[in-house]
């Protein structure tokens, strides 16, 4: 999959870049309004990004079309089923793959706790 990412970057940046704008026209870009900020749009554009590369055929060098890729990306969060959150990192790694440093759980579904966020509609979980 890493592999895959690498070989398909630019395909992802410029998605990114277009997600981006569509949410700023749109006016639906920012925390601080209580919208998706900018890292919680590159993580839904890497998260779909991720599972639109993971299923392409071995050997396919040619990247997919923009268009494309923003019509995936809509449609797939148009479908998603909200408020499972969507997270680039599961919690659930087995133990050998988890780092004892970050052992604390940072995010609590049913609220509760300093890592909650309550009855959140749309949770949007960041890798650190």
Not at 38 to 52: K, S
Not at 61 to 69: E, K, N, W
């Amino acid at each position: 999959v890493l592999r895959s990412m690498m070989q398909h970057y630019a395909t992802f940046r410029q998605t990114l870049v277009h997600v981006k704008a569509w949410a700023k026209k749109h006016g639906i870009y920012g925390s601080m309004m209580g919208y998706p900020g900018g890292v919680a749009w590159t993580i839904l554009t890497a998260f779909y990004c991720r599972e639109r590369f993971s299923t392409m055929p071995s050997g396919s060098s040619a990247p997919p079309s923009i268009g494309s890729m923003l019509a995936g990306f809509f449609d797939t969060w148009a479908k998603w089923q909200w408020p499972q959150p969507v997270e680039l990192i599961s919690r659930s790694l087995p133990t050998e793959q988890q780092n004892p440093a970050l052992d604390a759980e940072v995010w609590h579904p049913g609220g509760g706790g300093s890592g909650s966020t309550g009855d959140a509609i749309m949770p949007i979980i960041s890798p650190a």
